[in-house]
């Protein structure tokens, strides 16, 4: 018998009839799924993994925290243990690629579904750019990227060769200057939609203490004189930072799903 996929076109009628009774239907034959559908169709079961796993870890947004804070302090205490054993570098575990940056992008990530998931229960239905939610998922995953790629870096080196920029009075690093210009134009680009974080107070609160230590390790970045244990001091306050970010998103998402549910 000749496969069914197989045989030249026109060889199969374009009708079959059906037993004995006089039902015909059309053949058809099945086409194979494109690639692009099929990277499209695997993408959305993981987005449909993540937004179930923030609904269930929404539920208990203070033992996620309870678990996360002393867990990041214990891995940097031992990367930085590990890195002066190993290369005599205690900032070995936060360079770049390294865990401790690896971790830190996997905090932003993570935020960044959960602001995804509040986004999509949004009762009016405001396009990504019209809530505090869905611009803020966006945004984190530009930092995201930016934690990874580390581009400041590359830009502020090249600002210094070869333009001949120097960091103003006070300012040791520009690269550190340049991180903070960043992260100010995205909370001053956040505080235009900040008026959905009015209905979450304790939300509002974790994400303040993350923006303190956020502020702290750009602080040390910008002014402190660079050495391996300012480097892991500045690291240490951002990778805190993240849990407490997080937290905020998951307090948030929390109150939206028993709102929904009880309404």
């Known amino acids: 018998m000749a496969p069914l996929l197989g045989g030249d076109p026109g060889a199969y009628a374009e009708w079959m009839s059906i037993g004995p009774s006089s039902w ?9 799924t494109s690639r692009p559908q099929l990277v499209t169709g695997r993408l959305r079961r993981y987005l449909a993994t993540a937004d179930a796993t923030a609904v269930r870890f929404s539920a208990k947004p203070g033992a996620v925290l309870a678990w996360l804070v002393p867990a990041n302090a214990l ?22 690629l390294m865990p401790g940056t690896l971790l830190s992008a996997a905090h932003l990530l993570a935020a960044a579904l959960v602001a995804r998931a509040i986004h999509r229960r949004d009762p009016r239905g405001r396009r990504w750019y019209e ?3 869905g611009l803020s998922a966006v945004l984190l995953v530009v930092l995201v990227v930016v934690e990874l790629t580390q581009p400041t870096i590359f830009l502020g080196k090249w600002l210094q060769r070869d333009v001949g920029v120097r960091a103003p009075s006070g300012i040791v690093d520009l690269d550190g200057l340049l991180m903070a210009v ?17 209905r979450h107070p304790r ?61």
């Open 24 to 32: 015909r239907l059309r053949a058809t034959v099945a086409r194979p």
């Open 75 to 96: 891995l940097a205490a031992v990367g930085v243990a590990l890195g002066l054993a190993l290369l005599d570098d205690p900032a070995l575990y936060f360079r770049e």
């Open 131 to 133: 809530s505090f939610w």
């Open 182 to 198: 960043l992260l100010v134009t995205v909370a001053g680009t956040l505080a235009v939609r900040s008026l959905d974080l009015l």
């Open 203 to 263: 939300a509002l609160a974790l994400f303040t203490c993350a923006a303190l230590l956020g502020a702290t390790s750009q602080y040390m970045d910008a002014t402190f004189r660079v050495s391996a244990w300012q480097f892991v001091a500045e690291d240490g306050a951002k990778a805190l930072a993240g849990p407490f970010l997080l937290a905020g998103y998951l307090v948030a998402l929390g109150s939206v799903v028993r709102k929904q549910s009880s309404g």
